[in-house]
């Protein structure tokens, strides 16, 4: 009897207080009694209907649209609960959420009427329970995203289905009191001197009686040693109240983020006791630790972007976090395979984006563990939202507020994704938000929107068809940026059907693919022949991509303070930005950024993406040293073909803390005859005579024949900002080929007469800021024998000024006003094929998604045009020269499918020349991009054992030529390990280990490199 003792007494003590589990056995059905079925909450209607399988898959395929009918109908959720009062007790039922409005009935009384699906109301039933009950929600769905306080993505988004969120998406439960009710704890750290703390207690009660009381409150390390405990006599008023106090703590333990300090956690509960007995009790986990928002130097932006914690500096590398599951099937399990990879991956922050939901307690509670910082956004993105409810959002915001701000990885409120917060529409709402902040909170700051007051939002790459060296631009916070790839083979076999996997189907535009932009970034690397090419040469342009985006903030760090990339993560099985896959394996580029986001590294920054013999490129590399210490170690970059090292640089070197600094600048030739088809940059850092981090950046090398004499051309533009930008790209991939392109302003025009041939850009007040008379000279010119191109459309034309001028004269098109066409996915067709500009060109098929309605002069050529029948690029002759209109836009936007093009620049050199008259010459400008195709293979020694769980895989390189992107998969293992490296590679003799754990039983792991599969092991 004596063991027995103590647990009784803890059974009678959670008898008192408890919260009834409710559930398990609902009645889920439609209002018109059409569909009828069992389910358990949290559960969204399609949640459960596709468990039940009374539809389709919604995930696999294009099925959603087979159960978009359940967004019609109205919904009932239905339970019947026993429960017998006990005197002297009060009852309150506690909904976590409903999506994404509802009416509570309790024994057919009406209890709540609930508007959005954040709100988490606590209401009193004491007086309406009896001992058989009947709980029913009624759920009425929302189908305008503007007027629904849920998350937006839901409603369709360019990475997520339209699966509106409609049900009980969270947990009811209810809890049992005394005579006053706790809740809303709240504790934060107002003082710091050495390890004692001052800080600050509030808690909220709800009471039916006034009298005296006594609140204990416990504080007990929760992944350390270490017990506190406090008795406060209280005065507790009948109704809504609130006990408020200081204190000191003792060897006080910080919280920090990950690689600064440990992630010290305690428990913290709360006891209310009504005379002899316990009233009710509260408990939540809780970090301490101290944080401000620094104003990065030189910026005048309203906002600091510098993160400090602690009194710390801490560089904000990270990731955008969406919702891991449009149907809000969100397991404990599924966010902790995330947030541990992400943390494996050296991410120190995500950004909960505001398309999506105010997230689960589980992720918080996990990123408190792992160290990651939260930045988190209300559910607004993309719009205006002049319709909304201000009170029911407010109360949505602020049961969120309250309970998410012990949280100490919460570092950030912000009101939302891609909106002006400032206008008619949105700024009640972003200044209601901002206060209820600054009140119910106030220990973190809040931002307005995103991108605003200094951070910004970089679309150039993907959007904007831009070459990855785009990342090199300047910025204070990048905190959206990415590049679709799609998930490893095996997880693309588990949503599309087989006849859907390659070529890319109607299947993968449904799961939100742009597979044509993928094949163009994909193909800088060698050619698409099957499935296998196009995933393997899409995942390295994402991975390069994510690792060059990042490298370029941290060369800049603390001018920049942060980079994130879009996205983590996938709410569904799908093609994404993401880096790791709905099902939760990791792509390439997890492994990537994961090197790139090593605390010491190598950065290195250079300018073009790919190289011809004879062609320069210019290389910088950095020292970062992302902690509070410096360090002592040795840099080394080198310049590797696949055969030999071409040039080598070692520096012993002191990492300065928290600092970047260059340590070389090479201008690097690529040798005239060199056949090896790619360059490789090699960055690693060792200490202690230990390899700590190791990246690799490919440069395909390209083949190709220019104009014998070089040409010279001149693109003007109305100003010299992004639009000028754009060309001086253009014009620095024109160079190999013998043709230099100047970009001037249309303010600042050279002589004229030492041009070939002239562009004039798709510019605002092109027309104004060019003038006549330089007009009239350029007419002139093109009338002697030189050329010109139009790049644009009416835009450029009309908007642009050019209209009833000499240019207009000179045009092939008739310029016609708001002819602009958006989104139709035309194919270019060719109308002239032994035009020498054309031919022996792989230009049809390529899909363009916007252009001009105009139509060509009676005097004037179509030579290319588009599938139905609108003139693409249209020629006429004027005098002795040549005038092209090219009715999109070479440089790029709605147009870019032409600029990612594998022969675009050869199509531009081409069009040139042909512009310039230089003939014969034109059909002779060739370019050849083996890219890696041509990666001779490599031989590899493997070895592997496995210790029970843990396995080691030995990978040496005994050939004589580097072996690239060396991969390691579990064959038939659904979700693969967490490799500590993968996707690697090796210099000839080199060998590595890598380390990752099994499950149980007999697996056979599958070795590959970008040329062959080397091995297979059974461990």
Same mark, same amino acid.
């Given at each position: 009897m004596r063991k027995l003792f103590p647990l009784l007494i803890s059974l009678i003590f959670l008898a008192q207080l408890y919260a009834l589990n409710i559930s398990r056995d609902w009645m889920i059905y439609s209002e018109d009694g059409?569909?009828?079925?069992?389910?358990?909450?949290?559960?969204?209607?399609?949640?459960?209907?596709?468990?039940?399988?009374?539809?389709?898959?919604?995930?696999?395929?294009?099925?959603?649209?087979?159960?978009?009918?359940?967004?019609?109908?109205?919904?009932?959720?239905?339970?019947?609960?026993?429960?017998?009062?006990?005197?002297?007790?009060?009852?309150?039922?506690?909904?976590?959420?409903?999506?994404?409005?509802?009416?509570?009935?309790?024994?057919?009384?009406?209890?709540? !009427?609930? +508007? #959005?699906?954040? &709100?988490?109301?606590? @209401?009193?039933?004491?007086?309406?329970?009896?001992?058989?009950?009947?709980? /029913?929600?009624?759920?009425?769905?929302?189908?305008?995203?503007?007027?629904a306080i849920a998350c937006q993505m839901s409603y369709g988004w360019d990475f997520a289905p339209r699966i509106i969120p409609i049900g009980v998406w969270r947990d009811i439960e209810i809890i049992k009191s005394g005579k006053a009710l706790?809740?809303?704890?709240?504790?934060?750290?107002? !003082?710091? +001197? #050495?390890?004692? &703390?001052?800080?600050? @207690?509030?808690?909220?009660?709800?009471?039916?009686?006034?009298?005296?009381? /006594?609140?204990?409150?416990?504080?007990?390390?929760?992944?350390?040693?270490?017990?506190?405990?406090?008795e406060k006599d209280v005065d507790v008023m009948k109704g809504e109240g609130k006990i408020a106090f200081t204190f000191s703590l003792p060897q006080l333990r910080l919280w920090y983020p990950k690689g600064f300090g440990e992630q010290n956690l305690y428990k913290v509960s709360l006891h209310l006791f009504i005379g002899d007995s316990q009233s009710s009790e509260v408990s939540f986990t809780w970090g301490a630790r101290t944080l401000e928002w620094e104003r990065n130097p030189s910026s005048k932006e309203i906002y600091g972007w510098i993160a400090k914690v602690n009194g710390v500096r801490v560089y904000c590398k990270g990731a955008n976090w969406v919702p891991a599951d449009s149907l809000f099937d969100l397991s404990y399990e599924k966010y902790e395979r995330l947030v541990k990879l992400a943390s494996q991956a050296g991410i120190n922050m995500f950004r909960i984006w505001g398309g999506g939901i105010m997230e689960d307690d589980k992720l918080y509670e996990l990123c408190d563990k792992y160290g990651i910082m939260l930045w988190q956004e209300f559910p607004l993105a993309c719009a205006d939202y002049p319709e909304l409810s201000l009170n029911a959002f407010a109360q949505n915001a602020r049961d969120s507020i309250l309970r998410l701000r012990n949280h100490p990885s919460l570092v950030l409120w912000c009101g939302g994704n891609e909106f002006d917060p400032d206008n008619r529409s949105n700024k009640p709402l972003i200044d209601l938000l901002e206060k209820l902040c600054l009140t119910l909170d106030g220990t973190r700051p809040f931002h307005r929107a995103s991108p605003y007051g200094g951070d910004v939002h970089d679309w150039s790459v993907w959007h904007g068809s831009a070459p990855y060296t785009s990342y090199r631009q300047f910025c204070i916070f990048r905190s959206e940026a990415g590049l679709q790839a799609p998930p490893i083979e095996e997880d693309l076999g588990k949503f599309l059907s087989t006849k859907g996997l390659f070529p890319p189907s109607n299947e993968w535009q449904y799961h939100l693919a742009d597979p044509n932009k993928i094949a163009r970034y994909a193909q800088s690397y060698g050619s698409l022949n099957d499935l296998t090419d196009f995933l393997k040469k899409a995942h390295l342009s994402q991975a390069i991509t994510y690792q060059f985006n990042l490298d370029s903030c941290l060369k800049n760090i603390w001018a920049n303070s942060g980079c994130l990339i879009w996205q983590f993560n996938d709410p569904w099985p799908n093609i994404s930005w993401s880096m790791v896959d709905w099902f939760g394996n990791p792509k390439p580029s997890f492994y990537w950024f994961k090197n790139a986001s090593q605390p010491i590294n190598l950065v290195v920054d250079y300018d073009k993406i790919q190289l011809k013999q004879g062609e320069v490129l210019n290389i910088r590399v950095y020292a970062v040293n992302l902690t509070p210490k410096s360090a002592g170690c040795k840099a080394i970059f080198l310049i590797a073909s696949p055969k030999r090292i071409l040039k080598r640089a070692i520096k012993t070197h002191t990492f300065k803390a928290q600092t970047a600094e260059q340590l070389w600048e090479i201008n690097f030739q690529v040798p005239l005859g060199f056949n090896e088809n790619v360059i490789f940059l090699i960055a690693r850092v060792e200490k202690d005579g230990k390899l700590i981090t190791d990246k690799i950046y490919p440069i395909p090398v390209t083949k190709g024949m220019g104009v014998r004499k070089p040409l010279k051309a001149l693109a003007i533009v109305s100003s010299l900002g992004r639009e000028a930008d754009e060309w001086r790209e253009i014009a620095n991939s024109l160079e190999p080929l013998?043709?230099?392109?100047?970009?001037?302003?249309?303010?600042?025009?050279?002589?004229?007469?030492?041009?070939?041939?002239?562009?004039?850009?798709?510019?605002?007040?092109?027309?104004?800021?060019?003038?006549?008379?330089?007009?009239?000279?350029?007419?002139?010119?093109?009338?002697?024998?030189?050329?010109?191109?139009l790049d644009g459309g009416w835009f450029a034309y009309l908007e642009g000024g050019l209209k009833g001028t000499p240019i207009e004269e000179l045009s092939p098109v008739i310029m016609k006003a708001n002819s602009l066409r958006e989104n139709q996915s035309l194919k270019i067709i060719i109308n002239d094929r032994e035009n020498p500009l054309i031919r022996g060109l792989n230009i049809e098929g390529i899909v363009i998604v916007g252009y001009n309605e105009e139509y060509p002069k009676t005097d004037s050529k179509v030579l290319l045009s588009l599938s139905n029948g609108?003139?693409?690029?249209?020629?006429?002759?004027?005098?002795?020269?040549?005038?092209?209109?090219?009715?999109?836009?070479?440089?790029?936007?709605?147009?870019g499918a032409l600029r990612m093009w594998g022969s675009y620049r050869v199509f531009l050199a081409r069009l040139l020349a042909y512009l310039a008259g230089l003939g014969e010459e034109v059909e002779g400008i060739q370019e050849e991009n083996k890219g890696l195709d041509a990666l001779p293979e490599a031989k590899l020694r493997v070895e592997g054992k496995r210790v029970g769980d843990e396995c080691f895989i030995s990978v040496e390189n005994i050939s004589a030529s580097l072996s690239f992107f060396i991969n390691i998969r579990v064959k038939n293992l659904s979700l693969q390990p967490l490799f500590s490296d993968n996707y690697f590679h090796l210099l000839p003799g080199e060998k590595k280990t890598i380390r990752f754990s099994l499950p149980s039983g007999k697996q056979e792991i599958v070795i590959n490199d970008w040329s062959s599969e080397i091995a297979r092991l059974i461990l």
């Open positions: 059409a569909v009828k079925l069992k389910g358990d909450v949290p559960c969204t209607v399609k949640m459960a209907l596709k468990k039940a399988k009374l539809i389709s898959d919604p995930y696999f395929g294009v099925q959603n649209e087979d159960s978009q009918w359940v967004e019609d109908k109205v919904w009932i959720y239905e339970r019947k609960f026993f429960l017998h009062k006990e005197k002297g007790k009060r009852y309150f039922l506690k909904i976590g959420g409903i999506a994404p409005r509802g009416e509570v009935y309790l024994n057919d009384n009406i209890i709540a !009427k609930i +508007e #959005g699906m954040f &709100a988490q109301p606590l @209401l009193e039933i004491t007086d309406l329970l009896k001992d058989e009950n009947d709980l /029913k929600i009624r759920i009425i769905p929302e189908k305008d995203r503007v007027k706790l809740k809303n704890p709240f504790l934060k750290l107002t !003082k710091l +001197e #050495g390890d004692k &703390a001052l800080l600050d @207690l509030s808690v909220d009660y709800n009471s039916s009686i006034s009298g005296k009381g /006594k609140l204990v409150l416990y504080i007990e390390g929760l992944n350390f040693k270490g017990k506190f405990k406090l013998g043709i230099k392109l100047d970009v001037v302003s249309a303010d600042s025009i050279p002589p004229l007469e030492g041009y070939d041939c002239f562009i004039i850009g798709e510019s605002e007040k092109i027309g104004e800021r060019l003038g006549r008379r330089n007009m009239e000279r350029i007419a002139d010119l093109v009338r002697e024998g030189r050329g010109l191109l609108t003139p693409l690029l249209v020629e006429r002759q004027v005098g002795k020269g040549k005038c092209l209109a090219y009715t999109s836009g070479l440089r790029g936007g709605w147009a």
